[in-house]
């Protein structure tokens, strides 16, 4: 059974600049979250889908926004990039949502903003 | 706002002694607790789940406990092994949905 797959694993933006990540979750699994990872925040939530509707969200600005594919696959943007977005951005797939059952991870992908 | 207090930043221990680990959580009353081990520039795994009126699982060598009056948890690894070394972080449910709150996890070093 393959993993969690999270394209492209590492990249480089310009402030300013947009960038579009993509995870493709489990197969079967119907709810994807999205998390971002730095030294001094920790992980933070940003949002979870669920079969193409967005049923959490975090405290991020409106600049990270996300989407669903019917095949489960998911996507998340940021516009306007800032320094501070540098980070590593998980995702990870569940059956019924990562509270309740166990979250599986991708490897993530490596976001630098210079 | 719901907050995660996991005891140290970085623990040592000798090969073969048992790891503790504690989790404090505040402001929340969460339905399900799960434990992840991260390695570095990798994702967390998943090792163990347990809900809120379940007072211990077990799983190999790993014992995790959940004390909802205490509004703590323990994670213990039994017999440990330098292979164990790694992040651990634990985690709550929250709104029994898609949301987890992650601690800021401990770094377990096990020196042979």
């Known amino acids: 059974k393959a993993g969690v797959t999270q394209t492209p694993r590492y990249l480089i933006k310009t402030r300013g600049q947009q960038v579009t990540l993509s995870c493709s979750p489990i197969?079967?699994?119907?709810?994807v979250s999205w998390y971002q990872q730095t030294p001094g925040q920790g992980l933070q939530f940003l949002f979870e889908?669920?079969?193409?509707?967005?049923?959490n969200k975090g405290n991020f600005p409106g600049r990270f926004s996300g989407r669903q594919f019917s095949n489960s696959r998911s996507e998340m943007n940021v516009s306007t990039l800032e320094l501070g977005d540098s980070a590593l951005y998980l995702c990870?797939?569940?059956?019924?949502?990562?509270?309740?059952?166990?979250?599986?991870f991708g490897q993530g992908t490596r976001l630098t903003v210079v | 706002s719901q907050k995660i207090e996991q005891n140290s930043e970085a623990l040592n221990i000798q090969e073969g002694k048992t790891a503790t680990l504690t989790c404090n959580y505040t402001?929340?009353?969460?339905?399900?607790l799960q434990w992840y081990r991260q390695d570095p520039g990798r994702g967390p795994v998943f090792l163990l789940l347990?809900?809120?009126?379940?007072k211990e699982k077990r799983k190999e060598r790993l014992k995790v406990t959940f004390d909802t009056t205490l509004k703590q948890s323990l994670f213990h690894i039994t017999a440990s092994q330098p292979a164990d070394s790694a992040t651990y972080l634990c985690?709550?449910?929250?709104?029994?949905?898609?949301?987890?709150?992650f601690g800021q996890g401990t770094e377990l070093s096990v020196k042979p």
């Open positions: 985690a709550l449910d929250y709104n029994q949905g898609g949301k987890l709150i």
């Open positions: 402001n929340y009353s969460p339905a399900y």
């Open positions: 990870a797939s569940s059956l019924a949502g990562t509270g309740m059952t166990e979250a599986f």
């Open positions: 197969s079967g699994h119907r709810s």
């Open positions: 347990i809900r809120e009126n379940e």
């Open positions: 889908y669920f079969s193409e509707t967005q049923r």
